[in-house]
T-cell receptor, first 111, second 108 residues
């Protein structure tokens, strides 16, 4: 069974731009979560989607948004990028049993 | 503020020894607990998932959960140099909260 896939793997943007990241969960998984990982703050929860509905949201500004499609694929958008948004963005999909598996991540650099 | 605390390490053990990693959490209502391993430059890899009090074993790994003490641990038996990584504890409280991770080094 294929794992969680994320595209693109690397991205370089400048301040003020916006970015969209994509995630395809493990086949059959309907829950997708997004995380931000930085050296200073560690792994932080952004939001979770289940069956196209946002189920939970972390403590991030409204510039961070997401959505989930009917095929469970998910996208995350960050608008008006700031230098501090440079991070590894991880997507994870969750089985009905509760196990959560991470994708390889998208490394975003904001210049 | 819900907290997940781990010793940042580094924790160093000789090859073949038992490595013991600890995690405490603040929300008494937490239900599910995860241990992940993360190699440098890679994404976290799920090792164990536990939600009942007691021990759960999978190969060389044993997770121990004590909800009364709000404590979850991971034991790695017969540690190998390939186990050298950062180990992340996570607690699921509707939003998944991670500890800062413990860096483990297994010396040959």
């Amino acid at each position: 069974k294929a794992g969680v896939t994320q595209t693109p793997r690397y991205l370089i943007k400048t301040r003020g731009q916006q970015v969209t990241l994509s995630c395809s969960p493990i086949s059959g998984h309907r829950s997708v979560s997004w995380y931000q990982q930085t050296p200073g703050q560690g792994l932080q929860f952004l939001f979770e989607y289940f069956s196209e509905t946002q189920r939970n949201k972390g403590n991030f500004p409204g510039r961070f948004s997401g959505r989930q499609f009917s095929n469970s694929r998910s996208e995350m958008n960050v608008s008006t990028l700031e230098l501090g948004d440079s991070a590894l963005y991880l997507c994870a999909s969750r089985s009905l049993a509760g196990e959560q598996f991470f994708g390889p991540g998208t490394r975003l650099t904001v210049l | 503020q819900k907290e997940v605390e781990q010793n940042s390490g580094p924790l160093s053990v000789p090859e073949g020894a038992i490595a013991s990693l600890n995690c405490t959490y603040s929300d008494r209502g937490s239900q599910s607990f995860f241990w992940y391993r993360q190699y440098s430059g890679k994404s976290p890899e799920l090792i164990m998932f536990i939600y009942s009090n007691g021990d759960k074993e999978d190969g060389r790994f044993t997770a121990q959960l004590n909800k009364a003490s709000q404590y979850v641990s991971l034991l790695i038996r017969d540690s190998q140099p390939s186990d050298s990584a950062t180990y992340l504890c996570a607690v699921d409280d509707n939003d998944m909260r991670f500890g800062a991770g413990t860096r483990l080094t297994v010396k040959p």
